[in-house]
Each structure stands twice: as structure tokens, then as C-alpha cells.
């Protein structure tokens, strides 16, 4: 069993997509083992299996535990912003937040994604576990397919731009009761609660590339040849993209983070700063009418463009793109029912996708 991994490991990732430079190769002088491979096959399964259960730890079996919560949580990140029932908005939080939103719910599609591919690849592992004569006709009658997949144009090599460009306030327009209000509106706990659910898928995604790992290094143990050296170069993409993914959405979950605590010194110093005193929002306030002699407005207005520069720095720091690379998959069938035999299975599989064009 592989050690536990860091669930900070994301930090140690330049953030791009890095296919790694050590992936398992098959063994040229080994013949195949097909209880191994089905082993291996069973265990993808297995791990897909917890990890698309609504049970909060999976099969007991499975070193991978269930992403449906946190999957549901980061895909639904924004903050009502009409909520706060506030004239201006704070149009620099919106930018930054409407940016946190459009990563999450990306990070969580492109995760469906490789699982549906991964778990596809180790269902074609289990078919050709099952009936490895049959198994070793298709792959010669349809190499050029699975080469399509893996290594042509059937791969989806995606990069996602995920920023529209830094949009500030026009601070001008705002009093410092409305700032006040503005302030104070939002709930620090939410922002500290939504970070920690972009680290936990973070952490997850990280498990799921050392389980990939794993497999990959089975898998190079019992099965040699073309067809065993295509899966391996398909477990690498997905690994090159969980690690992607996972980097991502660490970034975007820690920069929330601090972002949450910055707003909160914020909040908690507006009135020795500002010092409005118990005035509340008003649209018609003059600025001789405050205490402290006036110069509220100003104080505040100087005040949030202060925060703002803090928004702007998170907003730099989120993912400026997002980029996979993950082979297409080997089979239309999601779960083929194997125990009818595996005919049905190869009859699906590897169609449809044509030999790569040159």
C-alpha cells in the first residue's frame, strides 16, 4: 500500500500540466497475468465505485473515498450577490468571486470527466482480463483506435481561460455608510467554509493521482505490449490532469482563505479608521452631518480602495487558466455488465473514432 499523500502536495506543482518524466513502462519479457490484471481492473472500479457513493467513506475496500459533497459544494460556490439588497455593488469582490465561481464549477466538470475516462480504462482492463484471446484479437484488428484515443485526436487537450479581466469600483459614487453596510454584509464564516471546501477536493484529487500511480505500476507488472503501453500513456494523461486540477482549485481554495481573514481585519477596524459613529446607511447623508468634524466619507472611501488592492492581489493570484489532457474513452458502455461474457463488451468497444489522420 502506498503511503497516505500530502494533502498539501499541490504546493510543491509549477500549476501548468506536467506529464511525468517517470511513468511506468511495461516489462518486455513478461507474460501477461490475467488474474493480476483483473486485480487491477477491479481495484479502478472499486476506488470509482466509493468515490461515486453518497456514503462519506465509500466501500471499506477502497482507497479512495466519496467526492459527491465537496463535488456539489465547490460547483456552488457564488454568494448571492443580490442578497445584500446594496446600491453600488462592490463591483472588485464581484469580479474576484464570479471568477472563484467559474473555476470551481470547471474544476468540477473536468473531474467527472476523468473519472468517467479512467474508469472506462479499467473496465477494458477487466474485458481483457476475462478473455485474453479474444481480448488480444480486437486490440490487433483495432490498435489504430485505441492509438486514436490515447495519443491522436481522440485525446481532449482543453485549456480554459478562466479570468475576463480586473474590473474596479468607481469609489466616488460610494458614501461611508454604504461602505459600512457593504462591508459588514458579507459573512466571513461563508468565505473561511467555501476555502476549506476547494482545499478538501484539493487534498482528494491528490489522493486520486497517487492511486493512479499505484495502478499504473500494477498494471506495468502484468501486461506487456502495445495495448498495455496505450493504458499506461492514458493513466498518465489523466494523472498529468488530476495534478492540474488539484492545483488549481488548491490555489483558488487558499486564496480565499486569505482573503476572508483580510475582510475580517477589515470589518474589524472600519470604525477606528473611518470613525462614522452610530450613523447607518443613508443616501442622503451630507458629509458636514458626520462625527469626528466630517471626513468620513473620505475616510471610508480611502478604506476600500485600500481593500481593494487586497481583492485585486487574490483575484491575480487564482488560476489564470485551467488545462487537461484526457485521452477519450475506450468504450461507449459506462459499467458493461461483464458477467454475460465479454463479447458484448468488445462489440462496443474501440468504435467509432477512426484512425488518426496523418
Known amino acids: 500500500m502506498a503511503p497516505e499523500p500530502d494533502p498539501q502536495q499541490w504546493r510543491e506543482w509549477d500549476g501548468g500540466l506536467d506529464l511525468s518524466r517517470s511513468w511506468p513502462s511495461p516489462h518486455a519479457d513478461i507474460d501477461v497475468d490475467t488474474a493480476g490484471l483483473r486485480k487491477v481492473g477491479e481495484t479502478i472500479t472499486t476506488e470509482l465505485a466509493a468515490a461515486d457513493s453518497h456514503e462519506p467513506d ?149 489522493s486520486l493521482q497517487s492511486l493512479i500511480e499505484e495502478r499504473a505500476r500494477q498494471l506495468a507488472d502484468v501486461w506487456s505490449g502495445e495495448p498495455s503501453e496505450l493504458a499506461l500513456e492514458a493513466f498518465r494523461k489523466v494523472h498529468a490532469s488530476v495534478r492540474a486540477l488539484a492545483h488549481s482549485i488548491g490555489t483558488t481554495g487558499e486564496t480565499i482563505i486569505w482573503l476572508a481573514n483580510v475582510i475580517h481585519r477589515y470589518q474589524v477596524n472600519f470604525e477606528s479608521v473611518v470613525k462614522l459613529g452610530d450613523w447607518e446607511f443613508d443616501d442622503d447623508l451630507p458629509d458636514w452631518l458626520l462625527p469626528s468634524g466630517g471626513g468620513a466619507h473620505d475616510r471610508a472611501r480611502d478604506y476600500l480602495r485600500d481593500l481593494n488592492q487586497y481583492v485585486k492581489a487574490a483575484y491575480d493570484a487564482l488560476p489564470a487558466e485551467i488545462e487537461t489532457l484526457i485521452p477519450g474513452a475506450p468504450s461507449s458502455l459506462v459499467y458493461p455488465d461483464l458477467s454475460k461474457g465479454v463479447k458484448d463488451y468488445w462489440d462496443s468497444t474501440l468504435v467509432g473514432s477512426g484512425e488518426d489522420e496523418p
Not at 103 to 114: P, Q, S
Request: aromatic content about 14%; glycine content about 8%.
Open 58 to 206: 465509500g466501500p471499506t475496500s477502497s482507497g479512495l473515498r466519496s467526492w459527491k459533497d465537496t463535488a456539489v459544494a465547490v460547483s456552488q460556490l457564488e454568494f448571492d450577490m443580490t442578497a445584500y439588497g446594496l446600491w453600488p455593488r462592490w463591483i472588485a469582490f464581484d469580479r474576484f468571486w464570479g471568477t472563484v465561481s467559474f473555476i470551481g464549477d470547471r474544476i468540477v466538470t473536468e473531474t467527472d470527466f476523468v473519472l468517467l475516462t479512467y474508469g472506462q480504462f479499467g473496465n477494458m482492463i477487466i474485458a481483457t482480463s476475462a478473455n485474453y484471446a479474444m481480448a488480444d484479437s480486437v486490440f490487433d484488428k483495432k490498435i489504430s483506435q485505441l492509438r486514436y484515443i490515447v495519443n491522436g485526436k481522440g485525446v481532449h487537450h482543453t485549456t480554459m481561460l478562466m479570468k475576463a479581466g480586473w474590473e474596479a469600483d468607481n469609489i466616488s459614487d460610494y458614501d461611508a455608510p454604504k461602505i459600512k453596510a457593504m462591508l459588514f454584509s458579507f459573512d466571513v464564516a461563508t468565505m473561511l467554509r467555501k476555502g476549506g471546501e476547494c482545499a478538501e477536493l484539493a487534498a482528494w484529487l491528490i
